[in-house]
């Protein structure tokens, strides 16, 4: 395992998964499938069975705990990675949403679960913040390197930056915010759909950091440990190319991403990409028209275990 990338994940299973119309405002990646409610959530939840069964197979020692979401109100419920976060060191954080159906994501649950069976020291409770406005949504708000202990934040809604202030001080990073613009001129909602940090490799699409100079320190600053840096066109980001994890396996790093993103990707790219890193793609063509992605899905645990059998899977 390396400190960029973890070898255990959370993902939640959906239940009535539909794009969600309280976040479509500024969330452009989002779409609306040409089916019916019902075939649209029997479709999500399989393709979330493919995804996790696939994880496991591709990447033997990950480990995948898998929660059902039972709730009728939580349509971005497959998206966890918003609402919690952890860092090495045995710290959590758990973070205010933008719009109220997502609040309801948050589970008590999963956090019970990180505690049993990982090594948990302090848990940092951001949610209340949600009652002065104030949202910052988690790993998808902020793209974290753990290794140059920098979190990247495009500014949108979804990262106040009083509360990104906060919580670097509170974990450790240094915040680094800058405007990202997409080719109509709008703000991107999320970091992690321009942004992938490996532990060798960087995905970004510069040509939408807006100021020339941030632009060019972000590269430089993404680079310094000796990372190859892959710039995403404005139509690779269209097609969730940013939205990518990388993995630790016992065998060696891992980079899941939708078979959609991978399809965007030039041989060049993806030659950088397996310099370091298997590919795993992951068919997903529903829960993307949620305006997400593969790294949207999957929240990594930078936790160490309280039970080091590597043959005790979790469940």
Same mark, same amino acid.
């Given at each position: 395992?390396?400190?960029?990338?973890?070898?255990?994940?959370?993902?939640?299973? &959906?239940?009535? =998964?539909?794009?969600?119309?309280?976040?479509?405002?500024?969330?452009? =990646? !989002?779409? +609306? &499938?040409?089916?019916?409610?019902?075939?649209?959530?029997? @479709?999500?939840?399989?393709? =979330?069975?493919?995804?996790?069964? +696939?994880?496991?197979?591709?990447?033997?020692?990950?480990?995948?705990?898998?929660? !059902?979401?039972?709730?009728?109100?939580?349509?971005?419920?497959?998206?966890?990675?918003?609402?919690?976060?952890?860092?090495?060191?045995?710290?959590?954080?758990?973070?205010?949403? =933008?719009?109220?159906?997502? +609040?309801?994501?948050?589970?008590?649950?999963? $956090?019970?679960?990180?505690? @049993?069976?990982? *090594?948990?020291?302090?848990?940092?409770?951001?949610?209340? $913040?949600?009652?002065?406005?104030? #949202?910052?949504?988690?790993?998808?708000?902020?793209?974290?390197?753990?290794?140059?202990?920098?979190?990247?934040?495009?500014?949108?809604?979804?990262?106040? &930056?009083?509360?990104?202030?906060?919580?670097?001080?509170?974990?450790?990073?240094?915040?680094?915010?800058?405007?990202?613009?997409?080719?109509?001129?709008?703000?991107?909602?999320?970091?992690?759909?321009?942004?992938?940090?490996?532990?060798?490799?960087?995905?970004?699409?510069?040509?939408?950091?807006?100021?020339?100079?941030?632009?060019?320190?972000? /590269?430089?600053?993404?680079?310094?440990?000796?990372?190859?840096?892959?710039?995403?066109?404005?139509?690779?980001?269209?097609?969730? /190319?940013?939205?990518?994890?990388?993995?630790?396996?016992?065998?060696?790093?891992?980079?899941?991403?939708?078979?959609? #993103? %991978?399809?965007? %990707?030039?041989?060049?790219?993806?030659? %950088?990409?397996? *310099?370091?890193? +298997?590919?795993?793609? $992951?068919?997903?063509?529903?829960?993307?028209? #949620?305006?997400?992605?593969?790294?949207?899905?999957?929240?990594?645990?930078?936790? /160490?275990? *309280?039970?080091?059998?590597?043959?005790?899977?979790?469940?």
């Amino acid at each position: 395992m390396t400190v960029q990338a973890p070898s255990h994940v959370v993902m939640i299973r &959906p239940n009535r =998964f539909r794009p969600n119309p309280e976040t479509e405002a500024d969330n452009r =990646f !989002q779409s +609306r &499938p040409a089916l019916a409610a019902e075939d649209v959530a029997q @479709n999500a939840a399989s393709e =979330f069975d493919a995804a996790v069964a +696939r994880l496991r197979a591709e990447g033997v020692g990950v480990g995948v705990h898998v929660f !059902q979401d039972e709730r009728d109100d939580t349509p971005d419920a497959v998206f966890p990675n918003n609402w919690f976060s952890t860092h090495p060191g045995g710290h959590i954080a758990v973070y205010p949403m =933008f719009v109220p159906s997502r +609040r309801r994501e948050r589970r008590a649950d999963v $956090l019970e679960m990180l505690k @049993n069976e990982y *090594r948990v020291q302090v848990v940092t409770d951001y949610s209340g $913040l949600e009652q002065d406005g104030l #949202a910052l949504e988690g790993t998808g708000a902020m793209v974290i390197d753990h290794i140059g202990r920098i979190a990247y934040v495009a500014r949108s809604h979804r990262a106040d &930056p009083i509360l990104l202030e906060r919580f670097c001080t509170n974990f450790g990073y240094e915040p680094m915010v800058f405007d990202a613009i997409d080719e109509d001129g709008a703000p991107v909602y999320h970091t992690n759909v321009i942004m992938t940090i490996g532990t060798h490799f960087a995905m970004v699409s510069l040509d939408m950091i807006e100021n020339a100079s941030r632009r060019a320190e972000i /590269a430089e600053r993404l680079a310094e440990p000796g990372r190859d840096i892959i710039d995403l066109s404005h139509h690779q980001i269209a097609e969730f /190319a940013g939205n990518a994890i990388e993995l630790s396996t016992p065998t060696g790093l891992m980079v899941a991403m939708s078979s959609r #993103a %991978l399809a965007a %990707l030039d041989g060049s790219q993806i030659a %950088l990409i397996e *310099r370091s890193a +298997r590919i795993v793609p $992951l068919d997903i063509p529903t829960i993307e028209s #949620a305006g997400g992605s593969v790294r949207c899905m999957i929240a990594g645990l930078h936790l /160490a275990k *309280r039970n080091s059998n590597p043959e005790k899977a979790p469940k």
